[in-house]
């Protein structure tokens, strides 16, 4: 189990930037989640902690060690890949084995056949052991490879998006067991993803990454109701947060360039440590509001179009058109709507998180 | 796929076999000619129309692999009946087997330069795929500076054929001593085979997903471990491919066998159309050492005919 701290880490291949001054802290036997698109330097991160590649700038801590001097095979992680990670030509007890037979810490042979049982039972593998690996579906591959993580008792475990060649329902009930598997070593996890759900689900921290840059690190909780900037916002959340321009005018927030008007007073207001005397009015803004914090009510100050439903079970959502401006609102399923169907909404003023229009940061990370 | 065929699908197949079958008869005719050759009694071997239908011999072969000289008369026939049945053939032929000073039979001259095309041929071969695959692994994996410009040039060396420096070799190696040495010979084929495998093998290491090794490499094994646990076991295919490709290059070679080599290291391409036979050229013995000469390339080829088969669609299969 480990700690691992990078510290002002800069990659780059060629013209090409990966990272810019990253700096990132994994508590030990913390869960941690990097979320970012595709491109925005998620496995690069990874990969550098595994020892695959070497940061262009800046240092990698494993316990507070720097480790610029170790190869892979000396920093003691566990990677698992999306696909790829295990051998063609093995069976499944072979690739479990693996691991275990490098001649800087090969292991007595009772001691491999303990483990390898031990992992296979963990996952559920046993039956499939002598199975080669080409004849496994998808998730019994991504169990072996989970597997081929957990013999070998690292000190961490780095997982590349190891979910996401699977299907829908593998996906969920995988993430669950890796979330279980987690708690149940210890053991500290990062974990590359692109699916805000997932992040959401199991990290016991997120760090969210854009073009090279950690924009958020926090609990899901924090990231999802007190988002860092615009982007974090509408990455985080499905749906994602409304986003609307606007201004501050007395209690109010009114709407560019629909000109609709929400009420936005007393706590709300305090909330973000703005003056009550409206000194602050006029700034352009962007006010952040999520789904489920937008509701329909008859006596409710604004006037909308059902301009889209989507049924999703427990619950619609539900697109609404005022003017040109489009926002969501989560409502529950058996709500009676019908698309054009005028109706009114409001919102929760104390849910409502404003940006600065100019930079997309949060007021409340701005200072 | 169709699961049902149309009536003109099904003609198009047949189409297909006939044609098939035809290039394949073309292809065939001439080692038919020399297998057929080779077993034939020598007066039979050229006549004209050829003869399809006759009681094969074995005496070709014999003549092959033993020194004969010209029989001046008739053997006696106590001579005849105490021959074995080797050297009566040979009799039947006017000729008689060649023996030293003991009566120990004297060998032909086709049997040591049968076992220098194969030491010639498999150590060229080893040598340049060997080196091939260590320098394809390092254009695949690593950034090479210079790498577009480094395999244009590697290339380059198969721009020209290689008998245009047969001139400057031949000086250069009489000026060094390595003409007629066999590894004189294995030099220049495996430098003549080496540009072919990086390019070949390169292909097949750009196939294999850098993944197995990375995982391998977190797992506590070296490069080295890596390479030869994981990298080398998923290129055998490549390999194979690549070993057959260099093996007939090197096994065929005649120009600078030719030039370079005069006994020692002769190789058998060379010295097959030399031994004509000590009177009229003997077309009989001449196939026979050809016939034989097939075999090995026959025989390897069969050996990895599985991994050639996915060799030769490489890229096209799996991904």
Same mark, same amino acid.
Not at chain 1, 67 to 71: E, I, K, L, Q, S
Not at chain 1, 151 to 154: A, C, D, I, Y
């Given at each position: 189990m480990a700690h691992i701290q990078l510290k002002n880490i800069s990659k780059s291949f060629g013209n090409h930037t990966a990272l810019i001054g990253l700096n990132l802290e994994i508590a030990d036997g913390e869960f941690f989640v990097l979320l970012g698109e595709t491109g925005a330097g998620k496995t690069t991160t990874l990969r550098m902690i595994a020892g695959l590649e070497k940061p262009s700038e800046g240092q990698v801590f494993i316990d507070g060690v720097d480790?610029?001097?170790? =190869?892979a095979a000396e920093r003691d992680v566990a990677l698992v890949l999306q696909q790829y990670s295990l051998y063609p030509r093995y069976t499944v007890r072979e690739n479990l084995e693996f691991p275990l037979k490098p001649k800087i810490r090969r292991l007595p042979d009772a001691e491999i056949k303990d483990r390898v049982d031990r992992a296979a039972r963990t996952l559920r593998i046993e039956h499939l052991l002598d199975r080669k690996t080409d004849r496994l579906s998808g998730g019994e591959m991504q169990r072996v490879s989970i597997g081929r993580a957990i013999?070998?008792?690292?000190r961490v475990f780095l997982m590349d998006e190891p979910l996401s060649a699977l299907d829908a329902k593998l996906r969920e009930a995988l993430r669950t067991e890796l979330k279980n598997l987690q708690m149940q070593l210890g053991a500290t996890f990062l974990f590359v993803t692109h699916d805000q759900i997932e992040a959401m689900s199991m990290g016991d921290k997120v760090g969210v990454l854009n073009h090279g840059r950690i924009v958020q690190t926090g609990t899901p909780q924090e990231i999802y109701n007190n988002p860092r900037d615009t982007y974090v916002a509408s990455f985080v959340g499905s749906p994602p947060m409304n986003l609307i321009d606007g201004r501050l005018v007395d209690n109010r927030a009114v709407m560019a360039p629909m000109n609709f008007e929400l009420p936005f007073s007393g706590g709300a207001r305090t909330s973000w440590g703005?003056?009550?005397? =409206?000194?602050?009015? =006029?700034r352009p803004l962007v006010f952040g509001i999520r789904p489920e914090d937008v509701y329909l009510e008859s006596g409710a100050p604004v006037e909308a179009r059902v301009h889209d439903v989507e049924n999703h079970g427990v619950e619609k959502i539900l697109t609404l058109r005022v003017g040109d401006t489009m926002l969501r609102a989560t409502v529950p399923a058996r709500t009676d709507v019908e698309i054009e169907q005028p109706v009114r909404f409001a919102w929760n003023p104390d849910k409502v998180v404003l940006f600065d229009k100019g930079s997309g940061v949060s007021l409340r990370h701005a200072s | 796929m169709a699961a049902v065929r149309t009536s003109s699908e099904i003609g198009f197949n047949r189409a297909a076999i006939v044609a098939v079958l035809v290039v394949t008869i073309i292809f065939l005719a001439p080692i038919y000619w020399i297998a057929s050759t080779a077993f034939k009694p020598r007066n039979l071997a050229t006549t004209i129309p050829p003869t399809v239908v006759f009681q094969p011999e074995i005496s070709p072969f014999v003549k092959l692999f033993a020194k004969r000289s010209q029989l001046r008369s008739p053997p006696t026939p106590e001579e005849y009946a105490a021959a074995p049945w080797w050297e009566r053939v040979v009799f039947n032929g006017g000729e008689k087997i060649v023996r030293d000073g003991k009566g120990e039979v004297q060998w032909s001259g086709y049997p040591s330069r049968f076992m220098n095309s194969l030491i010639v041929a498999i150590t060229s071969t080893v040598l340049a795929v060997g080196m091939g695959t260590f320098t394809a692994y390092g254009f695949s994996r690593f950034r090479v500076k210079g790498e577009a410009d480094l395999l244009f040039f590697i290339l380059s060396t198969r721009m020209l054929p290689p008998v245009v420096v047969a001139i400057p070799m031949f000086l250069m190696y009489r000026a060094v001593g390595l003409n007629d040495s066999h590894l004189g010979l294995i030099i220049l084929y495996t430098a003549f085979n080496l540009s072919f495998s990086v390019w070949l093998m390169k292909g097949f290491m750009d196939e294999i997903p850098k993944e197995y090794e990375e995982a391998a490499l977190v797992d506590g094994y070296t490069r080295m471990e890596a390479f030869f646990k994981i990298v080398l076991p998923e290129a055998a295919t490549g390999i194979a491919a690549t070993a057959v490709f260099c093996f007939i290059t090197a096994w065929n070679e005649y120009a600078f066998a030719l030039i370079m *080599?005069?006994?020692?290291?002769? *190789?058998?391409p060379p010295f097959i159309p030399s031994q004509v036979g000590s009177g009229l050229p003997d077309w009989t013995v001449i196939a026979a050492g050809t016939f034989l000469f097939l075999l090995p390339v026959a025989i390897f080829t069969f050996l990895l005919r599985n991994h050639l088969l996915r060799g030769m669609s490489f890229g096209a299969i799996r991904k």
């Open positions: 480790v610029a001097d170790w =190869g013999v070998r008792k690292p703005l003056d009550t005397g =409206g000194a602050t009015d =006029g | *080599t005069s006994r020692r290291a002769q *190789t058998a």
